[in-house]
């Protein structure tokens, strides 16, 4: 059972033009998704994030929005540029019931920036 | 700016071997996480420590992986013995704090070919 989806595994965009990635989730028990960036041969790399109690967050290019009724949350990159050409991952995190907290990872989208 | 390191960045075993993996995490970073990815899929955790302590290993195949942290620093991964069904990216993470908002910083990874 996937907690959380990104159904579009790849996404061509030109560059200048805007960048939408989609994410749903299941868990009504998630508090925080996060937004990671992954290049070839390298670990993902934190982007942005936000709270379940907040509907968007902005940080430059990169804007997150979270429609808690719809358990979805969406990636803005605007203006795309060729070096956004990466795959992105959503994760989502919640209390494992241990004590702490875990993500829990999408099976990721592949953006290909075209210049 | 202060990373996660890991070592191998690629392994190459036949099965029925043993393999060893190793993770320093950022200087500070009392929780650290080990990720199975598996092409095409987001990360999976294996295991969560704080500091020396495992927190959650419900998802670790315990028959042959093995982890420990033993000063609560650095971390080591063993796969005894190895299947081919254990080719992936295996990835450490490090965070401050256990806490939801606490972002996850992410090694490069070690890519395990069991042939």
């Known amino acids: 059972d996937q907690q959380v989806k990104q159904n579009s595994p790849s996404l061509s965009v030109q560059e200048g033009r805007i960048s939408i990635l989609n994410c749903d989730y299941t868990n009504s028990m998630f508090d925080y998704f996060l937004w990671y960036k992954k290049y070839p041969a390298e670990g993902p790399t934190f982007l942005i994030s936000?709270?379940?109690?907040?509907d968007k967050n902005e940080d430059g290019r990169f804007t997150v929005f979270l429609n808690k009724s719809a358990k979805h949350l969406s990636l803005h990159i605007v203006p795309s540029q060729p070096g956004d050409s990466a795959v992105y991952f959503c994760a989502a995190s919640a209390n494992s019931g241990a004590g702490s907290y875990q993500l829990t990872f999408g099976k990721g989208t592949k953006l290909s920036v075209i210049p | 700016e202060a990373e996660v390191a890991q070592s191998p960045r690629y392994k190459i075993t036949e099965k029925s071997q043993a393999v060893a993996f190793w993770c320093d995490p950022i200087?500070?970073?009392?929780?650290l996480y080990w990720y199975r990815q598996i092409l095409g899929q987001g990360p999976e955790l294996l295991v969560q420590?704080?500091?020396?302590?495992?927190?959650?290993d419900s998802q670790l195949p315990k028959d042959r992986f093995s982890a420990e942290r033993l000063k609560g620093v650095d971390s080591t991964l063993k796969i005894q013995p190895a299947e081919l069904g254990d080719s992936a990216m295996y990835l450490c993470?490090?965070?401050?704090?256990?806490?939801?908002?606490?972002?996850?910083?992410f090694g490069p990874g070690t890519r395990l070919t069991v042939l």
């Open positions: 936000i709270s379940s109690i907040k």
């Open positions: 200087s500070g970073h009392a929780t």
């Open positions: 993470a490090s965070s401050l704090h256990i806490i939801s908002y606490n972002e996850q910083f």
């Open positions: 420590f704080q500091d020396e302590s495992v927190v959650d």
